[in-house]
């Protein structure tokens, strides 16, 4: 597996925006281009950190050419609504012990 880590400083106000744009963009990338999805932390009311999860590096240097058009209107959302987006990290993952629980 392999992991990207991202950085967004949100502008005060446009949280809803962002988030709105990251869920719809996460999930376009997830159904075309074959992620496997991706987790976002609140660092702070206005930072975020995500972490998108490939099946393996490949997969991810070859994404961005499958997504809709709509793809374009939740990009450009998301860099409207942020001061700054930022690629932090790009590793393998070695170990994965994180466990899915049914909720209830």
């Avoid at 997504?67 to 374009?72: C, H, I, Q, R, Y």
Wanted: net charge positive; proline share 4%.
């Amino acid at each position: 597996m392999y992991v990207v880590m991202y950085s967004f400083k949100v502008k005060p106000k446009q949280e809803l925006a962002f988030l709105d744009s990251w869920r719809a963009l996460t999930k376009l990338i997830y159904e075309y281009e074959g992620s496997l999805g991706s987790r976002l932390h609140k660092k702070n009311a206005l930072h975020y950190i995500a972490y998108a999860q490939w099946p393996n590096k490949t997969v991810f240097e070859a994404a961005g050419y499958k997504l809709p058009k709509e793809a374009n209107i939740y990009r450009d959302l998301m860099r409207i609504s942020c001061e700054e987006i930022e690629v932090l990290e790009k590793f393998e993952v070695i170990e994965d012990l994180i466990k899915q629980k049914p909720y209830g």
